[in-house]
């Protein structure tokens, strides 16, 4: 069973703008810490964000700090990933991941319990 569902992945331009989304029909978001990972084509699976439950912890890896912003709409079940002045090595596969728990090494792939299908994001004049 998918327990969590990305959308909003695209074709965009270097310098533009996207916003993707995270959303669980069996999951209630806010009880999970929600992060965000990226995968390129022959590389590993890096983590890019994560918002714990209450929503005042927002972590980033270095390479998008003051470019993507990671939010989280109760009342839609949705997390959502913004990211702004992209560049062509943000292309990737994005795909959000869930736990019940934080921990301080966040980005360990095989932490998390739920993992989505992905959604495609190419940076690309």
């Known amino acids: 069973q998918l327990h969590l569902v990305e959308s909003g992945g695209g074709l965009v331009k270097p310098g533009g703008s996207l916003r993707i989304s995270c959303a669980s029909s069996?999951?209630?978001?806010?009880?999970?810490?929600v992060a965000w990972f990226r995968q390129a084509p022959g590389k590993g699976r890096e983590g890019v964000s994560l918002?714990?439950?209450?929503?005042?912890?927002?972590l980033y890896a270095d390479s998008v700090k003051g470019r993507f912003t990671i939010s989280r709409d109760d009342a839609e079940n949705t997390v959502y990933l913004q990211m702004n002045a992209l560049e062509p090595e943000d292309s990737a596969v994005y795909y959000c991941a869930a736990h019940p728990d934080f921990i301080s090494a966040w980005a360990i792939v095989s932490y998390y319990s739920y993992w989505g299908q992905g959604t495609q994001v190419t940076v690309s004049s």
């Open positions: 069996t999951l209630t978001l806010n009880s999970y810490v």
């Open positions: 918002i714990n439950r209450s929503g005042g912890m927002r």
